[in-house]
């Protein structure tokens, strides 16, 4: 395989998202933005800032235009606060497994909801001259993505695909 089935669970994910939130003035990350698919999705949520550390794709799909804010740095930099949604979208299979984990650890802190996307057991290599295109978890089943990232539950998902969120504390 060489690119990412898109839009995988899209209409699920905008119900989720809608349901879970009841206001449009939530503030959303979405990271690993690429093409911006989340932010397309989220049209009618203003307050959308974009992580994406691939200077090509914020010029090639004009993320200014559809993001807020767009932070052209790698997450693993990037110093934040706290916004109400993160999404991962297909992009947690190019970091590294401890990398990953460790920012699984630190995004579901700094977050009302945490989406992550992925397929499995995907290969990819570069594309368009990106190097973070480069899957680093070719591994990732449903079963090895809930072993690795114990944060996480599973909200979506079939045989080639996941989606996942965060699992609530208990009060």
């Given at each position: 395989?060489?690119?990412?089935?898109?839009?995988?669970?899209?209409?699920?994910?905008?119900?989720?998202?809608?349901?879970?939130?009841?206001?449009?003035?939530?503030?959303?990350?979405?990271?690993?933005?690429?093409?911006?698919?989340?932010?397309?999705?989220?049209?009618?949520?203003?307050?959308?800032?974009?992580?994406?550390?691939?200077?090509?794709?914020?010029?090639?799909?004009?993320?200014?235009k559809i993001y807020k804010?767009?932070?052209?740095?790698?997450?693993?930099?990037?110093?934040?606060?706290?916004?109400?949604?993160?999404?991962?979208?297909?992009?947690?299979?190019?970091?590294?497994?401890?990398?990953?984990?460790?920012?699984?650890?630190?995004?579901?802190?700094?977050?009302?909801?945490?989406?992550?996307?992925?397929?499995?057991?995907?290969?990819?290599?570069?594309?368009?001259?990106?190097?973070?295109?480069?899957?680093?978890?070719?591994?990732?089943?449903?079963?090895?993505?809930?072993?690795?990232?114990?944060?996480?539950?599973?909200?979506?998902?079939?045989?080639?695909?996941?989606?996942?969120?965060?699992?609530?504390?208990?009060?």
């Amino acid at each position: 395989m060489s690119k990412i089935i898109n839009n995988v669970f899209d209409d699920e994910i905008l119900n989720y998202i809608e349901k879970t939130f009841e206001t449009k003035g939530i503030s959303i990350l979405d990271v690993g933005a690429g093409a911006g698919r989340f932010g397309k999705l989220l049209k009618d949520f203003p307050e959308k800032e974009a992580v994406e550390v691939f200077a090509g794709y914020v010029s090639k799909y004009k993320l200014q235009k559809i993001y807020k804010k767009v932070h052209r740095t790698n997450i693993s930099n990037f110093s934040f606060g706290y916004y109400d949604l993160i999404i991962l979208g297909d992009m947690l299979i190019n970091i590294e497994k401890m990398k990953a984990q460790k920012l699984i650890t630190k995004l579901v802190t700094q977050c009302k909801e945490l989406v992550v996307t992925v397929p499995y057991k995907y290969s990819q290599d570069i594309i368009c001259s990106n190097l973070y295109e480069v899957s680093k978890q070719r591994d990732l089943t449903k079963s090895i993505f809930l072993a690795r990232y114990p944060e996480m539950k599973i909200l979506f998902g079939n045989d080639i695909y996941g989606v996942f969120v965060k699992k609530k504390n208990k009060a």
